[in-house]
Every structure is written in structure tokens, then in C-alpha cells.
């Protein structure tokens, strides 16, 4: 808590000293500002559309993440478990994966907007293709992690390949792609932001780099404080989630 | 006939040789214990027995037919570690015994998922379990997880038992547990058994018989160049001292007879 306060008492002192200098200044608002202009942003609808754009900013960027590390999560899991399974797949895509997360994601974002337009479906595919390939060689590493020995218990019982994959593999891999989807939150967001930041017509990027362009600091400063509590949220809950469904793995560590 | 034949089998890691000419005959039943120093392939011999690879050279029989190249419920096998799967309690990792090979998915159909879970708190009363069914297994002492092990192996109804170093992690006390837990299943079960030790007296107290793997040749200037074969096969009933017992009998024969223990040796 303590390191909270500090940095919310210097941003005070820091936007009293400059008040005191230029009442106008637009840099360091004042918190009560801050404050003010938030209460405005949550409650009051758009004068020409009639809609609290704050609310739909934040339900078109938090629907393009889902969807974005939704598909991630997917495709990593498939991907990590044919990886860390099957030696064949391993032999031919695990070089090809390592390579393919090299590419750095921003650097092809004009690719889709090219391919994909300027809609939702870019967006959604630079999420997704900036996190699956790390999430890929996460789970395809835990995967290949789990004890030889389970699998050939397993083999003794009867258990097919698939039955291996979805009752011995998959739900160890749970947790883990958890914690993966965690660790590529930070990535989502940033390659989120700037989509929208480039082309967007709404979502809490969009508001951010549109409101820039004429200092409107209170408003940028909500938002980003925003942006932080949702993330802080969505690991939270992703914690929650993982202690709830898979207690055995808590067991372990 | 005999149950189990090996006959004369080789097994090679690249240009390495692990084992050769390993030959035996076990018959239905039988309890092998299996003791050698570290590495020198005994648990590759209890892979090639549970079919996990092939033999480079030579070939396995069970029952008259030869093995396949892939593990299946014929045999069941428990490990030093490893054994049981975390994400499972205790009770489902019995009902898993059934219902990893029920179908492709391995999953059973829910009628006899009930059967099944009835059928797993029976057993794991037996075993002295029962009160930890809905625990996992990382929250159980190493002897119950090994004891769940050995009872998931058997609930698959294996006709061979292979067990690696099974007690090789626990105390001595547990460890006396363990093999009267071992011997009353056995006992029940009579199926054939083959256990690697690094134990001798667990071999000779648990075995019928003691197989000890040694190499044979040995070139000083490359320890690896041979591998390493069956050097004893040890009559181990009777707790592995037959001699022993008749050199007891015939010394209440000698008392009776009042002659000196020593001229009746002969
Ligand atoms: N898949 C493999 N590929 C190459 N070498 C192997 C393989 N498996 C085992 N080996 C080698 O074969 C030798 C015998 O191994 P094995 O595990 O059978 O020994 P062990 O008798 O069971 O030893 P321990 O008592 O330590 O368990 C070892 O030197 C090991 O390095
Ligand atoms: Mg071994």
C-alpha cells in the first residue's frame, strides 16, 4: 500500500507545483480534476450518439482481447500438445515454431490490415498471432515435461493416444495454459492498444491516442488507470479460476 | 509350457550394447526378482518385457505369442516415482484403471462410471485408502502413493506385473508394509511377477526366484563395450535358503541318531 500513496502524493505535489506556476496547465491535472472528469466519463452518454462511449470502448477492446488470446489459447494448446505428444509433429514443427516467434508481431500488423482490412478480424488476428507462437513452445515444453512414466501407465491401462491426450496430457496442461495466458496478458494488451491506436473507431486504445491530439490528460490518465485495473483484474480472476478447477496443482508446488 | 520366454535377447542403445544373451523361462505365477548394479540394464530388460521396445536381437514370448512393440493391458507396471497421475484423486485414479482403455476417449459411460467408483472404494477400502479417496495423490506419504499405485496396476487386471524399484524410495518400516501388502495380493491374485531391486534381502524375502545381471567380458579400456547378461538364477522360495533348511533337518536327524553333524555332510 505504502508505494501507492508515495507515487499518488509526488503526482499531487508535482501537479500543485506546476498549477502554482500555470493555473491552465494542462500536464499534471489536478487529482479532483482527474476525479471529475472520470465520474463524467462513466456516467454521461455522448451528446451526438447517446451511448457512454467509456462503457463501449471498454466492451469492444475487452471483446477484440478475448477473442484475440481466446484463439491464442486454442491454438496453443493444440499446437503444445501435438507437440509435446506425438515425436513425429515435434521433428517437423518445433523448429519451425521457434523461428516463427522470432518475427516480431507489430512489424506485420500492416500485412493484415492489408489482408484482413482495417475491421475487427486484424486486430483480433495481431493478438493472437503475437501470443500463440510463445504460448505454443510454453505448452509444448510442459507437455513434453510430464513424466514418461505416466504416459506408459497409462499405455498399460489400455488408454488409447487420444485417451492419453485428453485424460492424462490435457488436464495437467490446464493449469498451465492458465499461467501462460496470464504471462501473455501484458503482450495482448500492448498489441491491442496499438490496433486500435492505428485504426479503430472506438475501444480504449482508440480513446487514448484520439484524445492525445488535444492534451486532454484527465481523460488519457482515467483511462490508462482503467486499462490497469482490468488487467490486474483479469490475473486475478485467472488465479481464482486455476485454484478453483485445478486445486492438485496447487498441491505440488 | 512356460509362461514367460526369453529367448536369447540382445539389446543395443546405437553402437552401445545394454544386454545380451539374456535367455530365461519364467512359469505362470512366478515371482523374479531382479538385483544388478546401477545401469547395467535392468530396467531395460523390464521395458523390453512390457513391450515399451523391441529386442535388437531375439525374441519374447508370452504365452506362446511373441510381443508387439506396444505396451497393453497384459502387463501392468509401477515405477520408482511417477506412478499415479497427480490431477486424479485417489478413488479416480482407480476408476482411470477402467476407463483409460474403455473406449478411444477413455472415458466411461456414466452407468458404469457408478459400478466403476463402487468397484474403487471397495479396493481402496482393502488397501487401508479409503479415508484419503478424495485426496490427491501429491497430499499422500510415499508408501500410499506407491500401495494406490500397485492397486491402479491391478485394477487393470494384468496378466504380468513388472515393478521398478517400487519401494526403492520409502523407509525401512514402510517398506516391511509394503511387501506384506504385496505378498496377500499376490497371494490372492497369483500372477506373475517381475520386481527390480537394489535390495538384496526384499529380492530373496519377495522372490521365488533372484535373477542377478552382471557383464560377463569386461575390457578395461572401454567399460562399455559388452553388455550385461543373467549371471545367477537363484531358487529363492523358502526365503532363499534351501540349503540352509536342509542342513537344518538333517541336523534334528543327526541329534536323534546321536552322530557328529559333521559326518553326515556327506
Ligand atoms: N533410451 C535409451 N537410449 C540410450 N541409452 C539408454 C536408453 N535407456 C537406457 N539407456 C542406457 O542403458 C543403460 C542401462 O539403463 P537401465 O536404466 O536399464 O539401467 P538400470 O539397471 O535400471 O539402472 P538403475 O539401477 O540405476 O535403475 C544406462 O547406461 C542408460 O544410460
Ligand atoms: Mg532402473
Request: overall charge positive.
Amino acid at each position: 500500500m505504502v508505494p501507492f500513496v508515495l507515487v499518488l502524493l509526488a503526482y499531487a505535489m508535482g501537479s500543485e507545483a506546476r498549477r502554482a506556476v500555470n493555473p491552465a496547465d494542462k500536464l499534471l491535472p489536478a487529482p479532483a480534476q482527474i476525479v471529475e472528469t472520470a465520474a463524467r466519463l462513466v456516467a454521461e452518454p455522448d451528446r451526438r450518439s447517446g451511448i457512454i462511449l467509456f462503457w463501449q470502448d471498454t466492451a469492444s477492446s475487452l471483446r477484440r482481447l478475448a477473442l484475440g488470446v481466446g484463439i491464442g489459447a486454442g491454438l496453443g494448446l493444440l499446437f503444445g500438445l501435438a507437440i509435446g505428444l506425438l515425436p513425429l509433429v515435434r521433428t517437423s514443427f518445433s523448429g519451425f515454431v521457434a523461428v516463427l516467434s522470432m518475427v516480431p508481431p507489430l512489424a506485420i500488423l500492416p500485412i493484415l490490415f492489408i489482408v484482413f482490412g482495417l475491421g475487427e478480424v486484424s486486430k483480433v488476428a495481431l493478438i493472437a498471432i503475437g501470443i500463440t507462437p510463445f504460448l505454443i513452445r510454453d505448452l509444448s515444453a510442459r507437455t513434453s515435461e510430464l513424466p514418461f512414466e505416466q504416459l506408459v501407465k497409462a499405455q498399460t491401462l489400455g488408454a488409447s493416444s487420444l485417451a492419453i491426450a485428453l485424460r492424462v496430457a490435457l488436464p495437467q496442461i490446464m493449469p498451465r495454459l492458465i499461467q501462460a495466458v496470464r504471462l501473455s496478458l501484458g503482450p495482448a494488451w500492448l498489441f491491442l492498444i496499438a490496433a486500435e491506436a492505428i485504426a479503430s473507431q472506438d475501444g480504449l486504445g482508440y480513446r487514448i491516442f484520439l484524445v492525445r491530439r488535444y492534451l486532454a490528460m484527465d481523460v488519457i490518465l482515467t483511462y490508462v488507470i482503467w486499462i490497469t485495473v482490468i488487467a490486474f483484474a483479469l490475473d486475478w480472476l485467472l488465479a481464482r479460476l486455476s485454484r478453483r478447477l485445478y486445486p492438485w496443482a496447487e498441491v505440488r508446488a | 509350457m512356460s509362461f514367460v520366454v526369453v529367448d536369447n535377447i540382445f539389446q543395443h542403445y546405437g553402437r552401445r550394447p545394454i544386454l545380451e544373451r539374456v535367455s530365461i523361462t519364467a512359469q505362470e505365477g512366478e515371482f523374479v526378482s531382479i538385483v544388478g548394479a546401477s545401469g547395467c540394464g535392468k530396467s531395460t530388460f523390464l521395458r523390453l518385457l512390457l513391450d515399451q521396445e523391441r529386442p535388437t536381437r531375439g525374441q519374447i514370448t508370452v504365452d506362446g505369442q511373441p510381443l508387439t512393440g506396444e505396451p497393453n493391458r497384459s502387463r501392468g507396471i509401477v515405477f520408482q516415482r511417477y506412478s499415479v497421475f497427480p490431477h486424479m484423486t485417489v478413488r479416480d485414479n482407480l476408476v482411470a484403471a477402467e476407463a483409460l482403455g474403455a473406449n478411444l476417449f477413455g472415458i466411461l459411460p456414466s452407468p458404469k462410471r457408478r459400478a466403476a467408483r463402487e468397484r474403487a472404494m471397495a479396493s481402496l477400502d482393502r488397501i487401508g485408502l479409503a479415508h484419503v479417496a478424495h485426496q490427491y495423490p501429491a497430499s499422500l506419504s510415499g508408501g500410499m502413493q506407491q500401495r494406490l499405485a500397485i492397486a491402479q496396476a491391478l485394477a487393470g487386471k494384468p496378466r504380468i506385473l513388472l515393478l521398478d524399484e517400487p519401494f526403492g524410495a520409502l523407509d525401512p518400516g514402510t517398506r516391511e508394509k509394503m511387501h506384506a501388502f504385496l505378498m496377500d495380493l499376490r497371494a490372492e491374485t497369483k500372477m506373475t511377477v517381475f520386481m527390480v531391486t537394489h535390495d538384496l534381502p526384499e529380492a530373496f524375502k519377495l522372490g521365488d526366484r533372484v535373477l542377478a545381471f552382471d557383464k560377463v567380458r569386461w575390457d578395461p579400456h572401454d567399460p562399455e563395450a559388452f553388455g550385461a547378461t543373467i549371471t545367477y538364477d537363484f531358487d529363492a522360495r523358502d526365503g532363499g535358503i534351501p540349503y540352509q533348511r536342509i542342513k537344518e533337518e538333517t541336523h534334528v536327524l543327526d541329534a536323534t541318531d546321536e552322530t557328529p553333524p559333521l559326518a553326515s555332510s556327506g
